[in-house]
């Protein structure tokens, strides 16, 4: 039985850590909410209520609809590569029994670097000029984009980058998981008659998802959120061909100051990631096996 | 078979070094571009290693801006954020577990409810709240509001769990307050969960950009990434500043990197240890 | 005529770190249909063997032969054998009919074959109603039949057996022993079964092999194995309350036991200082024999066992319940001569005596 908490103790335990979560998350939250049917422009202490304007102007907006093409692009393009070549890199290493620690250190180092200092270093590897990755592509004969200022190529710069950063994170999540499967399945499964292949596909993968899931969700969401990159490789450009959701709300937030319009792509960028978040965990619920 | 496995062990050992070795590339090619002249570079051969390292290229970046002061920002407001969101997140996580109140499970349902949901969501309304508090351009602004994160409550919350009852209740028959029993039981049994918290949070606020570029416009107060990135931006331009640029991005990059190299156990721990949030 | 066991090893040694060996120079022949049950303490190395014919380890040394071809670089997966694990090792994510029919879906067997094989095994272990469950949804006895039925849906000639009963609680352990020994009376499949539990071993196996420290210390059936023990070990392993074990002092007339002399038989080899076994339920409480001091009564109901001192050694004997004794009291013991085990005190090995020739037949007592 836990002890009943007494007010100094509520005070004290509760209501002092909630006040920066207060303050900082749950309150901007609703006024988010609220400022989006608003016109306001922050220099001016006026505002007028605008309904539902600042929705219906963002979905005949030709900007918008690209940005959301683009964030959709983003979510897909580094979500599964993430996720399929993390699951490759720890079902690999899975299989080794020395060295293990040396190798994930290797492929998680990406994920402790900045993401502004190491896209700074991207936009140079990129240069199609004295770049090692054209280099690399002109040694082996393949043709050499201009990556950051072609607009068909800067979104997938822009992943190329993003998927670097994220697969050895995603690789230590699928190696956890691996580690936790009893050995003793896969020693049935042998016996049974089951290959390798067979073993992968009924065992592995299926016992894995929930970290498949919960992967894909987290990624999705990170991938919503993803600014830094967009912001040293490509500013959104070229010709707005690297301008997701977020960083339309930046633009009109803090370079226009259309807090209005601003805040009705962030509520939307907000509902997205609340279904994200409500379906895994109602699914999740359903696939917890140990 | 011996043999073959062996074999086989090995070869998979080499693709995954491969793999290893291209996930680091960019920070080595950082590193080597660091010490190279504008003219290497530019030069346009496939040559990786400096002919003659040009170590003097990092005394110049430093001139060019206060890169250590940026540095030291990160790393102080990542501490302070750190060490008063553990302390915070401690007496929730403790409330949550240990002690009875009315809407304790409402309570924890909120906060899990905020748990997955994007921080730019809150940036305009707390961009008006930091400069409300005239904390506007200062790093006491950064820290303010970074000290939530719902990810340490529910990472302490769980490990908190695991404390078994009837330590908390023998030491409450032994007339200890809660405050001893957070402290001198439940804290240091989830001593992992702490220092694996500490760790992720102390990456994400030193590298943090997005939101410290917004409330700081002043040099003294950037943070490594901010003051990196306009310098790119106001150098970059420039070919010749290259190297230079190269030199500024090891500054930001290599004391994380060298911790992490130190510390390499814990960073992957920490991370594991995040994954068993799911579900 | 020389026939070859379905399963054969032959000296087999097994070393995980290539200096200690865990299985040491290992022989062993299994027939086909035998129910066979490698029985030891945990560590013993019995499990290895197990894993060993299984694939699931690799042979160090020696080599394995299954119905006559060597096993040693077939992998797990074409060694056509079936095994039953001691944690059961079923598929989390897959309903009992998937565990059940995985090793069938992988071979590549039709579908309807499948279903219809997968039922039958069902319907024989009363599973048939838990086919569409989880096994997080089957209580421990469920799973065990699950695991099973895997193994028998399979088809196949030799099932091994890895502990599968230790999970158990006691009441569902006896009945499943009772249901295992009727399984392989009708698939009449040779069965390869490890335990430490030496109930377990008596009451079903054929054919007992006893390991200890990665060495067999004595194969039979279970009457030689407990009348019979080849050494110590498995003297004071087999049998609960264990068999007394009593150092004799050599003197210049003969051998003696708390200050009696005692009668010794010639043997076929000359023992360097020797003790005498014997079972408890082969000791009396006499007027005559031995002194023993009474220390403790175990009152069972249908026996009461007598722990006592007598010559500085514990000893224990049992006796009808009718009888009343009480502790502290100073009484004697018998021996039934004809019972007593003779054991070399240097080599731990059962002595044979001389005046008994050795008879194949009946006492096959095999030393390891």
Not at chain 1, 161 to 176: C, E, H, I, P, R
Not at chain 2, 113 to 142: K, Q
Not at chain 3, 120 to 140: F, H
Not at chain 3, 294 to 313: K, M, V
Request: hydrophobic share 50%; glycine share 6%.
């Amino acid at each position: 039985m836990d002890k009943k908490a007494n007010i100094w103790q509520l005070l004290f335990f509760v209501a002092i850590p909630l006040v920066p979560l207060l303050v900082f998350w749950i309150i901007p939250l609703f006024v988010s909410v609220w400022l989006s049917f608003t016109n306001w422009d922050y220099i001016s202490p006026d505002y007028e209520y605008v309904g539902l304007s600042n929705y219906l102007n963002m979905l005949a907006d030709e900007a918008f609809l690209q940005a959301l093409g683009n964030t959709l692009l983003f979510a897909v393009g580094t979500v599964i590569p993430t996720i399929i070549l993390g699951f490759i890199f720890a079902v690999m290493l899975s299989r080794l029994r020395r060295n293990v620690t040396f190798l994930q250190g290797l492929m998680f180092a990406p994920w402790i670097t900045p993401m502004i200092g190491m896209s700074i270093v991207w936009s140079w590897m990129f240069d199609p000029r004295v770049g090692p990755v054209n280099q690399m592509l002109g040694f082996f004969g393949l043709p050499e984009p201009h990556w950051l200022t072609d607009s068909n190529f800067a979104i997938w710069a822009v992943i190329i980058v993003t998927v670097w950063k994220n697969t050895g994170w995603a690789m230590l999540f699928f190696s956890d998981a691996l580690t936790k499967i009893p050995q003793s399945l896969f020693e049935v499964a042998d016996i049974e008659g089951a290959g390798r292949w067979a073993k992968i596909r009924h065992i592995l993968i299926p016992l894995v998802s929930p970290t498949t899931l919960f992967l894909f969700i987290i990624l999705t969401l990170d991938a919503l959120q993803a600014f830094d990159q967009i912001n040293v490789l490509t500013q959104g450009g070229p010709s707005g061909s690297t301008r997701t959701l977020l960083y339309l709300y930046y633009e009109l937030a803090f370079e226009q100051f259309n807090m209005g319009a601003a805040t009705a792509v962030a509520v939307l960028i907000l509902v997205i990631s609340a279904i994200l978040s409500f379906i895994s965990m109602k699914i999740s619920k359903k696939y917890v096996y140990y | 078979m011996a043999k073959r496995e062996k074999i086989e062990k090995l070869i998979l050992f080499l693709i995954l070094l491969a793999i290893g070795l291209f996930m680091v590339f960019p920070m080595v090619w950082m590193m080597l571009s660091s010490l190279k002249t504008t003219e290497e570079i530019l030069g346009g051969s496939l040559t990786l290693l400096p002919s003659d390292p040009q170590w003097s290229n990092f005394p110049k970046a430093l001139e060019m801006a206060p890169f250590l002061r940026f540095v030291w920002n990160s790393f102080f407001t990542a501490s302070v954020i750190v060490i008063v969101q553990l302390f915070l997140s401690s007496l929730l996580a403790y409330a949550l577990t240990q002690m009875e109140f009315k809407g304790r499970n409402t309570l924890f349902m909120i906060v899990l409810s905020t748990y997955m949901l994007p921080a730019a969501a809150t940036y305009v309304p707390s961009y008006v709240i930091i400069s409300r508090l005239g904390l506007m351009d200062s790093l006491a602004g950064i820290i303010v509001s970074n000290l939530a994160n719902v990810f340490t409550i529910f990472l302490l919350r769980q490990n908190f769990l695991k404390v078994p009852k009837e330590l908390i209740e023998a030491a409450r028959a032994d007339g200890a307050s809660e405050w001893t029993i957070l402290w001198k039981i439940v804290a240091p049994m989830s001593k992992n969960a702490l220092i694996n918290a500490s760790i992720l949070s102390f990456v994400l606020n030193f590298n943090n950009y997005l939101w410290p570029s917004l409330i700081t416009n002043s040099e003294e107060n950037y943070l490594i990434s901010v003051g990196l990135n306009r310098f790119f931006n106001t150098q970059g331009a420039f070919e010749q500043t290259f190297p230079l640029i190269m030199a500024a991005t090891v500054i930001s990059v290599l004391p994380l990197l060298i911790i992490y190299f130190v510390l390499q156990k814990y960073f992957i721990s920490a991370v594991s240890s995040s994954s068993g949030l799911k579900g | 005529m020389f026939v070859l066991g379905i399963i054969e090893l032959k000296n087999v040694s097994k070393s995980f770190d290539n200096k200690t060996n865990v299985i040491d120079d290992l022989n062993l022949t299994i027939e086909s249909g035998e129910f066979v049950v490698l029985l030891g303490p945990s560590g013993s190395g019995k499990s290895t063997i197990l894993r060993m014919i299984a694939g699931l380890e690799p042979i160090t040394k020696g080599d394995l032969f299954i119905k006559g071809k060597r096993q040693n670089d077939v992998p797990a997966k074409d060694r056509d054998i079936a095994m039953v694990f001691q944690n059961y090792a079923l598929y989390p994510h897959m309903t009992v009919f998937d565990n059940i029919a995985f090793g069938l879906k992988v071979r590549k067997v039709n579908k309807g074959k499948i279903e219809e094989k997968v039922e039958k095994v069902a319907e024989m272990l009363g599973l048939t109603s838990y086919l569409k469950r989880k096994p997080k949804d089957l209580s421990g006895g469920q799973q065990q039949r699950v695991a099973l039925g895997r193994a028998i849906v399979r088809d196949t000639d030799i099932f091994l057996m890895d502990e599968p009963l230790s999970n158990l609680d006691a009441k569902l352990r006896t009945t499943m022993r009772e249901e295992l020994v009727q399984l392989h009376r009708e698939l009449s499949a040779t069965t390869i079964f490890v335990t430490h539990d030496q109930t377990e071993a008596m009451t079903m196996a054929d054919k007992i092999v006893v390991i200890n420290e990665g060495k067999v210390q004595q194969i039979g059936t279970p009457a030689e194995i407990y009348n019979y023990p080849a050494n110590l070990f498995v003297a004071g392993f087999i049998g609960s309350p264990a068999m007394n074990l009593l150092p004799l002092q050599e003197n210049r007339s003969g051998f003696a036991f708390a200050g009696q002399m005692i009668q010794t038989p010639g043997f076929t080899t000359q023992p360097d200082g020797l003790i005498l076994g014997i079972r408890p339920e082969d000791c009396k409480i006499s007027g005559k024999g031995y002194p023993v001091k009474i220390t403790f009564i175990e009152d069972l109901g249908a026996d009461q066992y007598i722990h006592g001192i007598s010559g500085g050694r514990k000893v224990v004997i049992r006796e009808s319940p009718d009888k009343r004794f009480r502790i502290g009291q100073h009484t004697f013991f018998t021996m039934n001569p004809e019972k007593i085990s003779w054991f070399d005190k240097k080599t731990g090995k059962r002595l044979e005596p001389a005046d008994e020739p050795f008879t194949g037949d009946e006492l096959r007592v095999y030393h390891g």
